[in-house]
């Protein structure tokens, strides 16, 4: 399978942040990234405890449609607004930020739009099956019914 390619490459001090058309991936690198596997190799509490709880509230690959919000300060602080996270807070210059935040906006739309189709196609097909379930076994039951008195 090709590998997408990305819409927008920021590279930050300790991070990589890239944009695709339907998801968003937050690389840590160098220093940041090789103290947490350290501490986190060290420890094994902080394996335990810290690596799963980083799983939880910290993903590093986000899908667009999964996001509530963007939101930018005046700082260049960006804030993703996740529903079933806490909130990602990427540090980026005020420009990067800018750029970043009016890519992601239209590709969020888009892409909550494509996942709003397909839960309604995947309901549509859910009743459907339901449906010819309960018709095809009220004709089964007819002919038996039809059966059993004939047999009689």
Known sequence: ???????????GLHFTVRLYESWLRIDVRGNT????????????ILRQSI????????????HLSDIDSV???NKGQVKLILPRH???SIPLAVDEATSLVDKMNPLIVKEK?????????ERRRAIARLMIGTIGGLVVGLLL???ISVAR
């Open 51 to 62: 690596g799963n709880i980083l799983d939880v509230f910290a993903p590093l690959h986000i």
């Open 86 to 88: 806490r909130d990602v």
């Open 145 to 147: 019914g039809i059966f």
């Open 113 to 121: 739009e494509k996942k709003a189709k397909r839960v309604i196609e």
């Open 1 to 11: 399978m090709p590998r997408a390619k990305a819409i927008l490459e920021i590279d």
């Open 33 to 44: 990234k090789n103290d947490i596997v350290e501490a986190l190799e060290n420890k094994p």
């Open 71 to 73: 939101q930018m300060d």
